[in-house]
């Protein structure tokens, strides 16, 4: 069950956040969050 929380990022990250969020959009014929690209980043820096 996914949790709405508050995070502060820095503009560095944003911008390389969405910036591989773009990427995702590109490379998929579905939509794809802000949210869903961060869940993905973390839970590959988290394994």
Do not use: C, G, P, Y
């Not at 069950?1 to 995702?24: G, H, P, S, V, Y």
Request: aromatic residues 2%; hydrophobic residues 40%.
């Amino acid at each position: 069950m996914a949790k709405r929380i508050t995070i502060m990022i820095d503009d560095d990250l944003d911008k390389k956040l969405r910036l591989l969020q773009a990427k995702q959009i590109k490379e998929s014929t579905k939509s794809v969050s802000f949210s869903r690209t961060i869940n993905d980043v973390l839970r590959k820096s988290l394994k």
